[in-house]
């Protein structure tokens, strides 16, 4: 059975953190790069991290240096610590495969809000 289980989110405020988690099936999760998406309103999702099955990780420019992504491969979970939160960043986080197909399967993501 597919799924992915995203949990972590909340309210925070500017610079504050948070540690996001997602819970994957292993016929997603093992042997595969694994990367945390973000879907702002009105905004199409986009990648912000990836961590590939040995460790290596590419970050997009708008959250190198705050966020970091990792992954336990004995418990199919991948994490992103994210770090100075600021404005830009409130969205809907969701966890998949890098790449990932047009018709993948999505968990339900979770809500990160920055606010004072």
């Avoid at 500017?14 to 042997?31: E, H, N």
């Avoid at 590939?52 to 970091?68: M, N, P």
Wanted: proline residues 3%; glycine residues 18%.
């Amino acid at each position: 059975q597919v799924h992915l289980v995203e949990s972590g989110g909340g309210l925070v405020q500017p610079g504050g953190s948070l540690r996001l988690s997602c819970a994957a099936s292993g016929t997603i999760f093992y042997g595969y790069t694994m990367g945390w998406y973000r879907q702002g309103p009105g905004k199409q999702r986009a990648m912000v991290a990836y961590c590939t099955t040995g460790g290596s990780t590419f970050y997009a420019d708008s959250v190198k240096g705050r966020f970091t992504i990792s992954r336990d491969n004995g418990k199919n979970t991948v994490y992103l610590q994210m770090n100075s939160l600021k404005c830009g960043d409130p969205a809907g986080y969701y966890c998949n495969n890098v790449p990932v197909g047009g018709g993948a399967y999505w968990g339900q993501g979770t809500q990160v809000t920055v606010s004072t």
